[in-house]
């Protein structure tokens, strides 16, 4: 090999780095060369920590574009769940949860509470573990996914749009039961669970109890097929009826007004 001056290492390497997409190696081999020298390290063991390096940086860039893929409206994760706030939440359970086997298995996953009480964070919580775990993860609300499929059979492109919901590992379904469903939208959004039924996961929020689901889905007997794809080997999770962020508004303006100052409540 033909001896080559410093400046002519770090271009080679800048120029082979971007070559290979190796953007990790490239920042940190100046850095990680000086240490390897004041530390003795081996060529091996040099080599072997910058790789290592870039497989690190690689995983946390693949971790971050999945979630991103997602289409989460916010984020949310399941560290940040009160459970003070919110007793009828067990930390075991959604522990459980967070570690994705029901996602392995291709089961459902139902959040039945009021509003306010955590549903749409541990929707989104839940899919964003399973996005950084490596799990395909959509998030839509249930009427968005029910317009775009009504789009897709108007241009005659149900098929195509249905079998990519398929091939996603785990759909979150937000808002389900806020709003009632024509029976043609509950027909597509029909087509889509037996799509996915006991293939892949899907993680539903709906703020009405399964006996209340006939006010979104008109007709009974699709409402009855609909809970039952829903339900089979599902894990149901009530959140409960009192409103978390209700409650916490509530003891924020009684903190704000208990303060010298404050306003006095009425």
């Known amino acids: ?34 240490v390897a020298a004041r530390e003795q390290h081996t060529y091996q063991g040099f080599l072997a920590e910058l ?11 693949r971790r971050t574009r999945r979630v991103q893929e997602a289409g989460f409206p916010r984020p949310k994760r399941l560290d940040d769940i009160d459970y003070t706030a919110n007793t009828s939440l067990n930390p075991a359970v959604i522990n459980t949860l967070a570690g994705g086997e029901w996602i392995a298995k291709g089961r459902p996953l139902c959040l039945i509470g009021d509003s306010g009480t955590g549903k749409t964070h541990l929707l989104i919580g839940l899919g964003t573990a399973a996005a950084e775990a490596g799990y395909r993860v959509r998030y839509v609300l249930a009427s ?14 149900l098929t195509k ?13 937000d808002e389900l039961g806020y709003l009632q469903l024509d029976r043609r939208g ?11 039924e006991e293939k892949t996961a899907i993680a539903i929020a709906s703020n009405e109890p399964f006996s209340g689901w006939t006010k979104t889905f008109t007709d009974p007997r699709l409402c009855a097929a609909i ?7 599902a894990t149901i999770i009530e959140t409960g009826t009192t409103s978390y962020r209700l409650a916490h508004t509530r003891a924020t303006s009684g903190a704000t007004s208990s303060r010298p100052g404050g306003a006095k409540s009425s």
């Open 1 to 34: 090999m033909t001896a080559m001056t410093p400046q002519a290492v770090e271009v080679a390497i800048d120029t082979a780095c971007r070559t290979l997409r190796l953007p990790t190696i490239r920042e940190q081999a100046g850095h990680a060369a000086q």
């Open 51 to 61: 790789l290592l390096a870039e497989c690190d940086d690689r995983d946390e860039r």
């Open 144 to 157: 968005r996914l029910v317009n775009e499929l009504a789009e897709a059979d108007n241009d005659r492109a």
């Open 161 to 173: 749009v249905i079998a990519r919901y398929g091939r996603i590992d785990l759909l979150c379904l």
């Open 186 to 196: 509950a027909e597509l959004l029909f087509q889509v669970l037996t799509e996915r």
């Open 227 to 233: 809970v039952d794809r829903l339900t089979y080997h």
